[in-house]
């Protein structure tokens, strides 16, 4: 009789998702991933074939599990400039509920550690990057008619890098209070800009 799987694959990338995010790739091994995720190698092998493609899919995990929740309300259709606030609040909340300093950002730490070598991880670290920008550049078309399409494409890049920073930040803060008013000063000068 076949014996039965004792997980899915959807459950093994969020389980290793995890690994991954508080170790980094190259500091993740196979054994790291037995021991978190209670699979076998066989079983990770069989699901995935390598580390790299379990840690792809991760990264998919992870847009999922972790930022569809908190960026959902920048990408509603009527969305204000109070969503990109809300958008930092749940997040720096939900560090502040796992302990600061965190792991930060699992994109903003693949950004730093290994996206460049490899153009899969890259591509999905686009994605992520592409997709906060089309929300961020969204919420700003709504908020003034005073700024060119160029003007804002640009303020919604630097949203962007500023949630990157942000995040990368909280890896070694562990003033949650911090955080939060340096989202407030930039968020002031954001609507600073979008009222010239």
């Given at each position: 009789?076949?014996?039965?799987?004792?997980?899915?694959?959807?459950?093994?990338?969020?389980?290793?998702?995890?690994?991954?995010?508080?170790?980094?790739?190259?500091?993740?091994?196979?054994?790291?991933?037995?021991?978190?995720?209670?699979v076998s190698r066989h079983g990770i092998y069989g699901d995935f074939g390598n580390?790299?493609?379990?840690?792809?899919?991760?990264?998919?995990a992870y847009q999922q599990t972790v930022v569809s929740p908190a960026f959902e309300?920048?990408?509603q259709e009527n969305a204000t400039i109070e969503a990109i606030y809300r958008y930092?609040?749940?997040?720096?909340?939900?560090?502040?509920?796992?302990?600061?300093?965190?792991?930060?950002?699992?994109?903003?730490?693949?950004?730093?550690?290994?996206?460049?070598?490899?153009?899969?991880?890259?591509?999905?670290?686009?994605?992520?990057?592409?997709?906060?920008?089309?929300?961020?550049?969204?919420?700003?078309?709504?908020?003034?008619?005073?700024?060119?399409?160029?003007?804002?494409?640009?303020?919604?890049?630097?949203?962007?890098?500023?949630?990157?920073?942000?995040?990368?930040?909280?890896?070694?803060?562990?003033?949650?209070?911090?955080?939060?008013?340096?989202?407030?000063?930039?968020?002031?000068?954001?609507?600073?800009?979008?009222?010239?």
């Amino acid at each position: 009789m076949p014996k039965i799987k004792s997980h899915s694959k959807d459950s093994l990338a969020v389980s290793a998702m995890l690994v991954f995010w508080s170790r980094g790739y190259s500091n993740t091994s196979m054994d790291h991933l037995v021991q978190a995720t209670g699979v076998s190698r066989h079983g990770i092998y069989g699901d995935f074939g390598n580390k790299k493609a379990l840690f792809l899919a991760s990264l998919n995990a992870y847009q999922q599990t972790v930022v569809s929740p908190a960026f959902e309300q920048v990408e509603q259709e009527n969305a204000t400039i109070e969503a990109i606030y809300r958008y930092f609040e749940h997040q720096i909340s939900l560090a502040e509920q796992t302990g600061l300093p965190g792991p930060g950002c699992l994109i903003a730490n693949t950004m730093t550690e290994i996206a460049d070598g490899d153009r899969e991880i890259l591509n999905q670290v686009e994605f992520h990057n592409r997709r906060l920008d089309q929300g961020f550049l969204s919420v700003l078309k709504r908020q003034t008619s005073s700024l060119t399409d160029s003007d804002l494409s640009v303020l919604a890049q630097t949203l962007t890098v500023f949630a990157q920073g942000l995040w990368s930040a909280s890896r070694v803060s562990s003033d949650a209070s911090s955080l939060r008013a340096t989202v407030f000063s930039f968020m002031s000068l954001i609507q600073m800009r979008l009222a010239q």
